[in-house]
């Protein structure tokens, strides 16, 4: 095994060099070797302004490449050690060189809105939140430097806001917002809901991060939906710079580390929580977080709730991660050969970022499988490794061992983002040790839309309880 194994290594670059070249120009793997650590690669150095990333196939037959959970994104020096798990036979290996991002530098920097006591106390109170506000904040625009799902430079933004006049140190708090379609009403564009999020948690004591994400607010492209990696680098990138600007304006953060999100902000908070204790440790400690809603069974549980037909409340979720997908891992030639007419006509225009999800639901049937060609749909059924089941497993989030606390809300009656999903989870977690996750119901019964406010107030309840 270990000789086919670096025999196939070798030869990665040569079978499939012409695949990624609209992201990034493919290298050819000049050494690999077995060592004790895994699969010991070496390429050349190409210029200064160049990073490389690493991704793989496990069998010739795949039609997409993945990235490497391990991989730190992007590499600066050109080799890596690919760790090799127990019982793989055979793995084929692709190195491009993509254009180096000086990772949360921040490039800009506005303060767009000071929010006084008496307005954010009205706007909770119109909202019929018990929260009773303490301090006034200030809400800063941010743009920074960050990675594509490719590992290439880009830049994404988000909104930042702080507690005014505290006497002592915030807690950093990043929240990661739930499914957006349309460019401009992401965080850093301060929309009514997004403001009223940021501006209620800070004037409770916390130093609030929203980052957008990326193909959002200002970040070019389309955005990738439910796509871990991407989701999670960004959201890392906002902290460091939101720490920057901390520093440049004298805005005194403590140690602490608290991270939440809802629906797809459960699935990104996830990934962050994931990112940061694999990759960044020494940098950023945990407190807690709290993945609130999300799809963290992305090809189990997800994709058998899909394929099950029953009607949907929200359609447009489909539609939105199967664009995301054909645009990260190119599925096929392009989204419209995936779907059935008449939607290979009428929903990617709908997919532009300027159109709701209102509209975008109002296009489609209930039952998703039917925007899907009848073969397209066949295989998927049918095919464990096809293309986009291969993409869903990727963006999994319940195949590693958290270390800090991390308290999984989600209420039963969610239609949207099924229970499922947490348990999932959940027993995960608990077979690898993490016996400090807890699942919390926090509404029995509730929906996707009834179960926001119980679950996020208690949350908020048990980050209180746990700051210095």
């Given at each position: 095994?270990?000789?086919?194994?670096?025999?196939?290594?070798?030869?990665?670059?040569?079978?499939?060099?012409?695949?990624?070249?609209?992201?990034?120009?493919?290298?050819?793997?000049?050494?690999?070797?077995?060592?004790?650590?895994?699969?010991?690669?070496?390429?050349?150095?190409?210029?200064?302004?160049n990073a490389y990333v690493v991704r793989y196939r496990d069998?010739?037959?795949?039609?997409?490449?993945?990235?490497?959970?391990?991989?730190?994104?992007?590499?600066?020096?050109?080799?890596?050690?690919?760790?090799?798990?127990?019982?793989?036979?055979?793995?084929?290996?692709?190195?491009?060189?993509?254009?180096?991002?000086?990772?949360?530098?921040?490039?800009?920097?506005?303060?767009?809105?000071?929010?006084?006591?008496?307005?954010?106390?009205?706007?909770?109170?119109?909202?019929?939140?018990?929260?009773?506000?303490?301090?006034?904040?200030?809400?800063?625009?941010?743009?920074?430097?960050?990675?594509?799902?490719?590992g290439g430079k880009t830049v994404a933004g988000g909104a930042?806001?702080?507690?005014?006049?505290?006497?002592?140190?915030?807690?950093?708090?990043?929240?990661?917002?739930?499914?957006?379609?349309?460019?401009?009403?992401?965080?850093?564009?301060?929309?009514?809901?997004?403001?009223?999020?940021?501006?209620?948690?800070?004037?409770?004591?916390?130093?609030?991060?929203?980052?957008?994400?990326?193909?959002?607010?200002?970040?070019?492209?389309?955005?990738?939906?439910?796509?871990?990696?991407?989701?999670?680098?960004?959201?890392?990138?906002?902290?460091r710079a939101c720490r920057a600007l901390a520093a440049q304006?004298?805005?005194?953060?403590?140690?602490?580390?608290?991270?939440?999100?809802?629906?797809?902000?459960?699935?990104?908070?996830?990934?962050?929580?994931?990112?940061?204790?694999?990759?960044?440790?020494?940098?950023?400690?945990?407190?807690?977080?709290?993945?609130?809603?999300?799809?963290?069974?992305?090809?189990?549980?997800?994709?058998?709730?899909?394929?099950?037909?029953?009607?949907?409340?929200?359609?447009?979720?489909?539609?939105?991660?199967?664009?995301?997908?054909?645009?990260?891992?190119?599925?096929?030639?392009?989204?419209?050969?995936?779907?059935?007419?008449?939607?290979?006509?009428?929903?990617?225009?709908?997919?532009?970022?300027?159109?709701?999800?209102?509209?975008?639901?109002?296009?489609?049937?209930?039952?998703?499988?039917?925007?899907?060609?009848?073969?397209?749909?066949?295989?998927?059924?049918?095919?464990?490794?096809?293309?986009?089941?291969?993409?869903?497993?990727?963006?999994?989030?319940?195949?590693?061992?958290?270390?800090?606390?991390?308290?999984?809300?989600?209420?039963?009656?969610?239609?949207?983002?099924?229970?499922?999903?947490?348990?999932?989870?959940?027993?995960?977690?608990?077979?690898?040790?993490?016996?400090?996750?807890?699942?919390?119901?926090?509404?029995?019964?509730?929906?996707?839309?009834?179960?926001?406010?119980?679950?996020?107030?208690?949350?908020?309840?048990?980050?209180?309880?746990?700051?210095?």
């Amino acid at each position: 095994m270990t000789k086919r194994f670096e025999l196939i290594a070798r030869s990665a670059v040569l079978a499939f060099g012409a695949a990624w070249a609209a992201q990034g120009a493919s290298l050819r793997i000049e050494q690999a070797r077995l060592e004790p650590g895994g699969l010991a690669m070496e390429w050349s150095a190409q210029s200064a302004a160049n990073a490389y990333v690493v991704r793989y196939r496990d069998q010739a037959a795949d039609r997409i490449w993945r990235l490497p959970e391990t991989l730190p994104l992007p590499l600066a020096e050109p080799r890596w050690t690919a760790p090799i798990a127990s019982g793989t036979r055979s793995r084929f290996f692709q190195v491009m060189a993509v254009p180096a991002a000086v990772r949360g530098r921040l490039l800009s920097a506005q303060l767009a809105q000071t929010l006084s006591l008496f307005q954010i106390t009205l706007m909770v109170n119109l909202a019929g939140l018990p929260v009773t506000p303490m301090y006034s904040v200030d809400a800063y625009q941010i743009l920074y430097e960050t990675v594509d799902p490719w590992g290439g430079k880009t830049v994404a933004g988000g909104a930042f806001f702080v507690p005014q006049g505290m006497d002592r140190a915030a807690p950093l708090l990043s929240y990661q917002h739930g499914t957006i379609v349309e460019k401009d009403q992401a965080p850093s564009r301060l929309p009514a809901d997004q403001l009223l999020i940021g501006a209620a948690v800070a004037s409770l004591g916390y130093a609030v991060a929203m980052p957008d994400y990326l193909g959002l607010g200002d970040s070019p492209g389309f955005h990738p939906y439910h796509h871990a990696r991407s989701e999670a680098t960004a959201c890392v990138d906002m902290l460091r710079a939101c720490r920057a600007l901390a520093a440049q304006e004298n805005i005194p953060l403590n140690r602490q580390l608290f991270l939440v999100g809802y629906s797809q902000g459960g699935h990104a908070t996830m990934a962050l929580h994931r990112e940061l204790e694999t990759f960044h440790a020494d940098e950023f400690a945990v407190a807690a977080s709290a993945p609130c809603a999300g799809a963290y069974d992305l090809s189990g549980v997800t994709s058998e709730d899909f394929l099950s037909g029953r009607p949907m409340p929200n359609p447009y979720y489909f539609a939105y991660l199967l664009a995301a997908y054909q645009e990260v891992y190119s599925l096929t030639n392009s989204l419209a050969d995936l779907l059935a007419p008449p939607y290979d006509a009428t929903l990617p225009p709908l997919l532009d970022g300027r159109h709701s999800a209102g509209e975008i639901n109002a296009a489609m049937p209930e039952d998703v499988r039917q925007i899907l060609r009848p073969e397209t749909l066949a295989a998927f059924e049918s095919d464990p490794r096809h293309p986009l089941r291969l993409a869903l497993e990727e963006n999994d989030l319940y195949r590693w061992t958290p270390r800090a606390p991390m308290r999984l809300y989600h209420c039963s009656g969610d239609q949207d983002v099924i229970f499922a999903n947490s348990q999932a989870a959940w027993r995960s977690f608990h077979d690898r040790g993490a016996t400090q996750v807890e699942l919390i119901d926090p509404l029995p019964g509730a929906d996707h839309g009834g179960c926001v406010a119980p679950a996020i107030l208690q949350v908020r309840s048990w980050f209180d309880s746990l700051r210095e």
